[in-house]
């Protein structure tokens, strides 16, 4: 009979992006639906399993998205839906800037998204509906 290791799940994570302004990002994700908490002299957002940890920058040049600098990658945090169509169209009614897609097909539909520090966040996954 062999034994079988015992390890750990891990059920979420949370991102840290560092902000110019506090109430500003706070407010931009609040009007996305995500919660707002303090916990630990940082603002927590969390909307289903993403939370994002925004902490004030002491300078302001120092807030540079990874999206924005040479070389980095079209995004700064992804996150997975069964509903890209949706969001899209809640970014949309919001005035939210789409600055990638959407890209819908069968298989993998993606769209990304600038929040107010022009953090670029990138959704992907399913779709609501079924695609002409």
Not at 29 to 54: D, Q
Not at 105 to 123: L, Q, V
Request: aromatic share 12%.
């Amino acid at each position: 009979m062999s034994e079988q290791a015992v390890i750990a799940n891990i059920s979420g994570s949370s991102i840290v992006l560092l902000v110019k302004d506090i109430q500003v990002a706070s407010e931009f994700y609040k009007n996305l639906g995500f919660t707002y908490e303090e916990i630990g002299g940082h603002v927590h957002v969390s909307r289903g399993n993403i939370t994002f940890i925004l902490h004030p920058a002491i300078n302001k040049e120092d807030v540079r998205p990874f999206s924005s600098v040479e070389g980095g990658l079209y995004f700064d945090a992804f996150a997975y839906t069964d509903a890209v169509d949706l969001l899209v169209d809640e970014c949309r009614a919001k005035g939210v800037e789409i600055v990638n897609g959407p890209n819908y097909s069968e298989h993998w539909s993606e769209f990304t998204m600038k929040d107010a520090d022009g953090y670029r966040i990138a959704f992907g996954g399913g779709v609501s509906k079924q695609l002409d």
